[in-house]
């Protein structure tokens, strides 16, 4: 639904560092800088813009799209060990879906800052051709004899 959106910072040289570092795991970094405004996102395109001045009066919740569960853990780590204080470890987060798993910090402007993958299995079990079940190539072999 969001193309993309800009966020005001106080230090954008502390900004870019820290987001370079606590975004890079999910695969995001900046792409793209005019002068103050500075574009984070994928090789494709930024969506999340950084500019400084005087930011909003009230903290934001921002979530990054994460593609693996390991990729969660990473941002928290990254985000942590660049500055920001803990809002939640990573973990599942049953109450919004069984899937939802997340991490949260707080970032150096005082923005809860989320990564989140929704897969429903680790990334590397996903990864993993399924082995089709006992009933399945049963099946498959019947329609492959009524194709004779």
Not at 58 to 64: E, K, L, R, T, V
Not at 68 to 94: C, I, M, Q, T, W
Request: proline share 9%; net charge positive.
């Amino acid at each position: 639904m969001i193309d993309h959106m800009t966020l005001t910072v106080s230090n954008l040289d502390r900004s870019i560092d820290f987001y370079n570092r606590a975004l890079g795991p999910l695969g995001y970094g900046v792409t793209m800088r005019f002068e103050d405004f500075v574009g984070i996102g994928t090789k494709r395109k930024p969506f999340f813009w950084i500019k400084p001045g005087p930011f909003p009066t009230q903290p934001m919740h921002i979530a990054f799209v994460a593609r693996s569960r390991g990729d969660v853990e990473k941002f928290h780590r990254e985000a942590l060990a660049a500055g920001a204080r803990d809002n939640g470890p990573p973990g599942l987060r049953p109450d919004y879906h069984p899937n939802y798993f997340g991490a949260f910090v707080i970032g150096p402007d005082g923005h809860n800052l989320e990564a989140v993958c929704h897969d429903p299995v680790p990334a590397a079990r996903s990864r993993k051709k399924a082995r089709p079940t006992r009933a399945r190539r049963s099946q498959a072999a019947s329609r492959r004899r009524r194709a004779r």
